[in-house]
Nanobody
Framework: VRVEESGGGLVKTGDSLTLSCKVS????????IAWFRQPPGKERSFVAT????????YEADSVTGRFTISRDTTKKLVYLQMDRLEPEDTADYYC?????????????????WGQGTQVTVSS
């Protein structure tokens, strides 16, 4: 499968923003979609993940309670709802796909990546 992100932009502290990840191709039973982010000058880090089958989710501690991952299998979309955004959330956000029903949070386990979408949170 291929993935492509959209929905980034410039927002203010406390605002909400929803990113979308379009999945192209035929989703398979062990498909897992994740969001990663890379702040300027820093390494890419895991944000959240969801299984295509069953919709089982897991979020990083740093975003738990503020970010929610979900999917619409009919539209082949995965969403990242981001609430109460902070300047520290400023980053390029990437959608990625893995062939693993088992939880994986390492970027090296994901073999299909989008180009990224930029999120900037002003103070």
């Amino acid at each position: 499968v291929r993935v492509e992100e959209s929905g980034g932009g410039l927002v203010k502290t406390g605002d909400s923003l929803t990113l979308s990840c379009k999945v192209s191709g035929e989703p398979f039973s062990a498909l897992r979609i994740a969001w990663f982010r890379q702040p300027p000058g820093k390494e890419r880090s895991f944000v959240a993940t969801i299984t295509w089958v069953g919709g089982y989710t897991y979020e990083a501690d740093s975003v738990t309670g503020r970010f929610t991952i979900s999917r619409d299998t009919t539209k082949k979309l995965v969403y990242l709802q981001m609430d109460r955004l902070e300047p520290e959330d400023t980053a390029d956000y990437y959608c990625a796909a893995a062939n693993s029903f088992v939880l994986v949070t390492s970027a090296s386990r994901y073999d299909s990546w989008g180009q990224g979408t930029q999120v900037t949170v002003s103070s």
